[in-house]
């Protein structure tokens, strides 16, 4: 009963459950309850070689308000099991030698700064990864929406796909790191302007 009981975990962790701790701690049996009505709604009955790929399959049909991903222990987020192609909140679990784990902060779980969802790779640097799922303007997954009026910041000058962009680039300090070089126009790392000034 491995796997139901992580994902009730898991639900109420992502939907802030007022309850979560009861449910993590199992007391008064409540996330063994949540976890059998689980598996009585969708019909999962449980092996006794435990829940695979079908299991996983049946959750994610009935749980149409979560995508599930698991994540194999020991690859820091790169090899990845099962992900649902449910729109929603993620729920986000660990899968090691049988058994299943919530994961509540990727970061935390595979050891590193940043953690890209969209191509499953863990980093350190923010500006050193770069994919389709990164938003050229501010540097968070997922890409900004762009909006009819863009957003040019003086301080270093860069454009920004709008005013949603604008405030992510702000909050994570991302003039702290990079700008862009008035000379040549390309996007440099702060100390490069430093050194070109001296």
Request: aromatic share 10%; hydrophobic share 30%; charged share 20%.
């Amino acid at each position: 009963m491995c796997l139901p009981r992580t994902l009730v975990v898991a639900i109420a962790n992502v939907d802030k459950d007022p309850l979560y701790t009861k449910v993590r701690r199992d007391i008064g049996k409540l996330q063994t309850t949540r976890a059998l009505e689980l598996m009585e709604a969708k019909g999962v009955s449980i092996l006794s070689e435990g829940c695979g790929i079908p299991e996983l399959q049946k959750f994610q049909q009935y749980l149409k308000n979560y995508k599930i991903i698991v994540y194999n222990y020991g690859s820091k987020g790169r090899d990845i099991i099962f992900e649902g192609t449910d729109k929603g909140s993620s729920l986000h679990l660990l899968y090691h030698e049988g058994h299943y784990n919530v994961i509540t902060s990727l970061t935390a779980a595979f050891s590193c700064g940043y953690y890209c969802k969209e191509c499953h790779v863990p980093y350190n640097i923010n500006r050193d990864h770069r994919c389709g799922g990164t938003c050229p303007g501010c540097q968070q997954s997922p890409v900004c929406t762009p909006d009819e009026i863009k957003v040019n910041y003086e301080s270093c000058k860069k454009s920004f796909l709008g005013q949603v962009c604008f405030e992510n680039h702000i909050k994570h300090g991302i003039c702290d790191q990079i700008r862009r070089c008035e000379k040549c126009f390309k996007i440099v790392p702060q100390t490069c302007l430093w050194i070109n000034l001296l």
